[in-house]
């Protein structure tokens, strides 16, 4: 049982490269969402999903667009990196609203 | 939106001292959740708290909930280097359908 997975690890992307981040679950999960992590911040919500086919924007949802076809994949994307979007990001998912929460290990992305 | 007040950012202890950090919320919650992040890890769930007044423990750890169920606690008891890490507080109001992360307390621990 992987839990939740993220790929790519690592990524340095050139500033308006675009770029795909996906996270996968095996848990059945309905709910996923996607964080980003600045150093010695909290995590921030970008976007979130409650179900295969659903989006909502989080608190910081400019410069990135999502889509969950599938109930098991949630992808992250960016049409135009800036440095500003260097940052760890993070995948996640919960069975409800309410319950915990199981993280992906994390994409470290660097915008040059 | 929900806002969720997370205190003290940092903290530093001796090795063998104790360690709390509290959450407060500006409005009632359903339940609380707390994590842990080890350094260069992802949060990893510790504990869920539902019931107004509840006190749970794991260890050296109690999480407490408030009678009002605004505010939350975490405290750890004789602290080990092994606690070095950040952990944050996610806080569900039932309106929202969706929990909000406090920004986090860094630990660190001297020995």
């Known amino acids: 049982n992987a839990g939740v997975t993220q790929t790519p690890k690592f990524r340095v992307l050139k500033t308006g490269q675009s770029m795909t981040l996906l996270c996968a679950q095996d848990?059945?999960?309905?709910?996923m969402y996607w964080y980003r992590q600045d150093p010695g911040m909290g995590l921030r919500l970008i976007h979130y999903?409650?179900?295969?086919?659903?989006?909502a924007k989080g608190e910081v949802p400019d410069g990135y667009n999502v889509s969950r076809l599938k109930k098991q994949n949630f992808l992250l994307g960016l049409e135009s990196a800036a440095p500003s979007q260097t940052s760890v990001y993070f995948c996640?998912?919960?069975?409800?609203?309410?319950?915990?929460?199981?993280f992906g290990q994390g994409t470290r992305l660097t915008v040059v | 939106g929900q806002q969720v007040m997370q205190i003290p950012q940092y903290q530093h202890v001796q090795e063998g001292e104790d360690f709390t950090t509290y959450c407060n919320s500006s409005?009632?919650?359903?339940?609380i959740q707390w994590y842990k992040q080890r350094p260069g890890g992802h949060p990893v769930f510790l504990i869920q708290?539902?019931?107004?007044?509840e006190v749970k423990k794991q260890k050296r750890l109690t999480f407490q909930f408030g009678e009002a169920k605004k505010n939350s606690s975490l405290h750890i008891t004789a602290t080990q280097t092994t606690d070095v890490g950040t952990y944050f507080c996610?806080?569900?109001?039932?309106?929202?359908?969706?929990?909000?992360f406090g920004d986090g307390t860094t630990l660190t621990v001297k020995p």
């Open positions: 996640a998912s919960t069975k409800t609203g309410y319950t915990e929460a199981f």
């Open positions: 848990m059945n999960h309905e709910y």
């Open positions: 999903s409650v179900g295969e086919g659903t989006t």
């Open positions: 409005t009632t919650l359903s339940n």
């Open positions: 708290l539902v019931k107004s007044g």
């Open positions: 996610a806080a569900t109001n039932t309106n929202a359908g969706k929990s909000t």
